[in-house]
C-alpha cells in the first residue's frame, strides 16, 4: 500500500513538471506573438574593392638568363658570375627598382601599381647554377626573381643531367618567395617544326607541352602558374590560342623591348642576357624619359612562311650550311636595316642581294652537332619585322648511315 503511494506520488509530480514545462512553452511563444518576431539579420555583403591607381606610364624590362658559372664555354647561354654581379649592381646603382612577376601581372590587371622604372629578372630552364650561383648573388641585392621550368629537365626527368635543379632546391626557393613559372614539358619548338602541325597528333602534344607541365608545376609545388616563358621564342596565332585555353595569362619570347601596360600579354618580349653580347644588357636597363616606352609593333614571320635554307625544322649533314631567307614576302625591305642572329654564333655578317631579295650567310668554321636558332630582323615599309626558323646540325648521324 505504501508502495503504491510513493509511485502516484512521483506519476503525478512529473506530470505536474511535463504539464508546467510545456505550459510555459505556451506562455513564451505567446509572448513572442505579441511583441512581434524579430526580423532576420541581413545578410552582410563585402564592399567592391577600391580600384587601385596605376602608373599606365611606367615601363617595365625583362631580363632572361639560363647559366651563371665560373668560367663561360657557351656564350649564348652563359654569364660568369662576375659579371652577373656586376649587371645586378648597375641596376642598382642606376636606381631602377627589381620586382616580382606576381606583381608584374597584377599591375597588367589594374590592380597593382609599380614603379615607374622596373626590371623583372626570370631564370631558364632549370639548372643548378641557378640554384647554387644565381640565387646567392641576387638575395644579396634582394631581388626577387622568376624560374622558368620544363619540367622534363628537373632532376629525374626524362632530359635531366648533372647540371639539372632538382625539385627540392625549387621547392625552397619558392617557400623563399621566388616565381615558378612554365617553360613547356621538353622545351621543344612549339609550332610542331618536327611533327609538322597539320599532324593530327599535334594538337594533343601541344596541349601535352602546355597543360602537363603546368599542372605538374602545381600540383608538385602548391603554386599558381600563370606565366609560359615559349622555347626559343618560337610560336604562331595558334600557340598562344592554345596556351590561352591552358590558363596562361602572360606569355613571354626573347625579342627584347620596353613593356609598358597595354603591351601585349600573349607577346612580352624578354632581353636575353648573353655573355658576348654584352650591349643587350647595357641597351635593356637604358630608359628613356616619360612615358611608355612599348617598341612599335613587331611583324613576325616564322620558317613556315619564308622560304629558308636550312628548311625551318630541317636536319642536315654539312657543318657549313648556306643560311638564307628569301625576304621578297616581308615588303620593301630596307637592306641598311637587316641583321641576323644565329644561336651560339651571335650576330654574323649576312649579306643581302636586291636582286633577289636574300639575305644569306655562310659559317667560316664547321658548326657543331647541335639545334640553331636563326632570327632576321630588319625594317619593311617602314615597319619592324622579324623571321624566325631553326635547323639541327647532325653529321654523326650521317656518319652512321654510311657505316651501314
Not at 641596376?91 to 597584377?106: H, N, Q, S, Y
Not at 614539358?185 to 602541325?197: F, P, T
Not at 595558334?238 to 620596353?258: D, L, N, P
Amino acid at each position: 500500500m505504501q508502495k503504491s503511494a510513493v509511485l502516484l506520488v512521483v506519476c503525478c509530480l512529473g506530470g505536474a513538471l511535463t504539464f508546467s514545462g510545456c505550459h510555459r512553452a505556451k506562455d513564451q511563444a505567446a509572448k513572442s506573438k505579441s511583441e512581434g518576431a524579430a526580423p532576420p539579420v541581413a545578410e552582410q555583403v563585402e564592399p567592391a574593392p577600391t580600384p587601385v591607381p596605376v602608373n599606365r606610364n611606367a615601363q617595365v624590362v625583362i631580363l632572361g638568363y639560363h647559366r651563371v658559372v665560373d668560367n663561360v664555354r657557351h656564350p649564348d647561354t652563359e654569364i660568369s658570375k662576375v659579371d652577373f654581379e656586376k649587371q645586378m649592381q648597375e641596376i642598382k646603382d642606376e636606381g631602377l627598382t627589381v620586382i616580382p612577376m606576381r606583381d608584374f601581372l597584377a599591375w597588367k590587371r589594374g590592380e597593382k601599381d609599380i614603379p615607374a622604372k622596373s626590371v623583372i629578372i626570370t631564370m631558364d630552364d632549370g639548372w643548378k647554377s641557378q640554384y647554387e650561383a644565381a640565387w646567392p648573388i641576387l638575395k644579396k641585392f634582394d631581388y626577387p626573381f622568376t624560374l622558368f621550368v620544363y619540367t622534363d629537365y628537373i632532376k629525374g626527368g626524362p632530359k635531366s643531367g648533372g647540371e639539372s635543379i632538382t625539385w627540392e632546391q625549387i621547392a625552397e626557393m619558392r617557400d623563399a618567395g621566388v616565381d615558378i613559372e612554365g617553360h613547356t614539358v621538353s622545351h621543344k619548338d612549339l609550332r610542331g617544326a618536327k611533327r609538322g602541325s597539320q599532324a593530327p597528333d599535334y594538337d594533343a602534344w601541344l596541349w601535352k607541352e602546355l597543360a602537363d607541365s603546368k599542372q605538374m608545376l602545381e600540383q608538385r609545388l602548391g603554386v599558381k602558374v600563370e606565366a609560359l616563358a615559349l622555347p626559343y621564342g618560337f610560336y604562331n596565332a595558334h600557340v598562344q590560342e592554345m596556351a590561352r585555353k591552358a590558363g596562361y595569362e602572360a606569355i613571354f619570347t626573347v625579342y627584347g623591348q620596353k613593356i609598358g601596360h597595354g603591351s601585349n600579354n600573349e607577346a612580352l618580349g624578354r632581353y636575353m642576357i648573353e655573355a658576348n653580347k654584352p650591349k643587350v644588357f647595357a641597351s635593356a636597363v637604358r630608359f628613356g624619359g616619360g612615358g611608355a616606352m612599348d617598341t612599335e609593333p613587331v611583324a613576325e614571320f616564322t620558317g613556315g612562311s619564308l622560304s629558308t635554307e636550312p628548311a625551318d625544322g630541317a636536319k642536315i649533314t654539312d657543318p657549313r650550311p648556306v643560311i638564307k631567307a628569301n625576304l621578297g614576302s616581308l615588303g620593301a625591305v630596307d637592306p641598311t636595316t637587316l641583321a641576323m642572329r644565329v644561336s651560339s654564333l651571335g650576330a654574323v655578317n649576312a649579306k643581302y642581294d636586291a636582286a633577289t631579295k636574300t639575305y644569306s650567310y655562310q659559317p667560316a668554321t664547321k658548326l657543331k652537332d647541335n639545334r640553331y636558332s636563326v632570327i632576321v630582323t630588319g625594317k619593311a615599309g617602314g615597319k619592324k619585322v622579324e623571321a624566325r626558323w631553326g635547323f639541327t646540325v647532325d653529321t654523326k648521324g650521317a656518319q652512321e648511315e654510311e657505316k651501314k
